[in-house]
């Protein structure tokens, strides 16, 4: 069982950008040992680890997908309006069948941009 100063140690290190110490807390939210469980925190802390490349928390974010724990806008193909969505859409799922780990909403965001600048 993890402390009320161990919590607030890895909190701290967490919003200072310590990639482990978000993916921890992400874990710890997820299953709610220490914390109360809250999906919404780990997703946020798995993003925020994973925006600055930590691949276990990619893989977690990958997991809360597939498990149907969080859900994004390319989860209802009806929501794929345009060509560009439905092919996300396409190799979103195929990842998820595969067990590679999920783009963050950022890297996706960022995607999305260039192709639309015509850069990629």
């Known amino acids: 069982m ?6 607030e140690d890895l909190l701290l290190a967490a919003k200072q950008g310590n990639v482990e110490a978000q993916n921890q807390l992400g874990l710890f939210y997820l299953t ?7 999906i919404d925190r780990a997703w ?4 925020e680890a994973a925006k600055r490349g930590f691949e276990e928390a990619r893989l977690n974010l990958g997991k809360m997908y597939r498990d149907g724990l969080v859900k ?21 799922r195929a990842a998820l069948r595969e067990g590679m780990p999920l783009l963050t909403v950022d890297e996706i965001n960022e995607k999305v941009r260039k192709i639309r600048s015509g850069e990629d």
């Open 72 to 92: 994004d806008f390319t989860d209802d193909m009806s929501q794929a309006t345009t060509e560009i969505a439905k092919a996300l859409y396409e190799c979103r």
């Open 32 to 38: 709610g040992e220490s914390l109360l469980e809250n």
């Open 44 to 47: 946020y802390w798995f993003n």
């Open 2 to 7: 993890t402390t009320a100063i161990q919590l």
